[in-house]
Each structure stands twice: as C-alpha cells, then as structure tokens.
C-alpha cells in the first residue's frame, strides 16, 4: 500500500496494492496492521457505514463535536470528490480544506482524521461510498457546515446546486460552527 500525504499532511490517501489479470483483481482492501505501519495511525474501527446516493449529491460537510470520528473512506461503485476541512482551531491549516477523487476504478482511499469535517459529492451517475469510523456516530454531537460556504471556498465539481439532504441545507457558516481548540 503507498500512502502519500495530501497539502495537509494530517489528510492521507491510500492506494492499495492490487493483483488483477483477466478475471478481475484481488485486493486487500484493509488490514489494522499495515494500516498502522504506513499511515502511523493506530485508531482502531468501530464502525461501518454505506451509502448509496445519484449523481449531484452532497453529503457534508460533516463532524462530531464531542465522540468525534475519524474516517476511512473508499468509493466502490462509481467515483466522488472527496473533502475533508480542518475545523481544529489550534492548527496551522484550520479553516483550509483539500479534496480527492475516489472511484471505484481507481481504489484510492481517504484518511480523514479526527478534528476535520468531511463531506463528497458524487460525480458519476450513482456512486456507493464505505468508510470506516473511529467512533460511534452520535447525532447529538454531530454537526455541519454548510457546503458552500463563502470563507471555505471549497471547489467542488459542480456546475449548479448539488442535492442536499434537509439536515445539509441548515449546514452553519464557518464562523459560526462550533470547532475543536
């Protein structure tokens, strides 16, 4: 597995070592231990999520306040943009965000760690998104910064607006979120 990090170094992406002839392909998709040793991350999982969405939605930009998660995301159907804001105050890169395209066809992987708000917008016609969690999710904690906002300046691949869930659409400001010290 190589891992390079991405203009902030705390964001990491993984791709993975694949074995593939006329058949298909084989690839270990994680292992806790080379996990460690590559990324230097010794969280542990606890928690599996999958969503499926079409083509022009955005889910995010998302974070939990208090149980906060890290997160290790993979596309396996279809390709997103990937982002990932640091929301950690005492940080040099608070307030930047990078982004990363992950598709099916490429494997890469995200590691965005605690203290980030997270977020992607499906860019093929429906896109199957996994990731893996540090923590539980807890809807009490969690939050959400609005998609678009001006201070952000994410570029998100879109022409128009993205589909956003009503919880998305009440995404605060930047200034105003609520972030780690």
């Known amino acids: 597995m190589s891992v390079t990090p991405l203009r902030i170094p705390d964001v990491l992406v993984l ?7 006329d058949r298909g392909f084989f690839f ?3 292992n806790q231990k080379v996990f460690a040793q590559t990324t230097g991350v010794t969280s542990s999982f606890v928690q599996d999520n999958h969503s499926r969405s079409i083509q022009g939605v955005l889910r995010g930009l998302h974070y939990q306040i208090k149980q906060p998660q ?5 596309a396996v ?3 997103i943009f990937d982002v990932a804001v640091d929301v ?7 307030g930047q965000w990078v982004g990363e395209r992950l598709s099916a066809e490429n494997k890469k992987q995200m590691w965005v760690p605690v203290g980030f708000a997270h977020g992607f917008l499906v860019i093929s016609p429906t896109a199957e998104v996994l990731y893996k969690t540090t923590d539980y999710y807890a809807p009490e904690f969690e939050r959400s910064i609005a998609w678009n ?5 994410v570029t998100w691949p879109i022409t128009g607006e993205p ?8 995404g605060a400001s930047f200034a105003a979120a609520e972030v780690f010290n």
């Open 88 to 94: 950690r105050k005492s940080s040099p890169t608070y």
């Open 15 to 21: 791709e993975p070592k694949v074995f593939g002839d």
């Open 70 to 74: 890290g997160k290790l995301v993979r």
């Open 149 to 153: 906002d001006p201070t952000l300046s």
């Open 163 to 170: 589909s956003l869930s009503a919880k998305d659409k009440q």
């Open 77 to 79: 159907s279809g390709e």
């Open 28 to 30: 270990e998709s994680f």
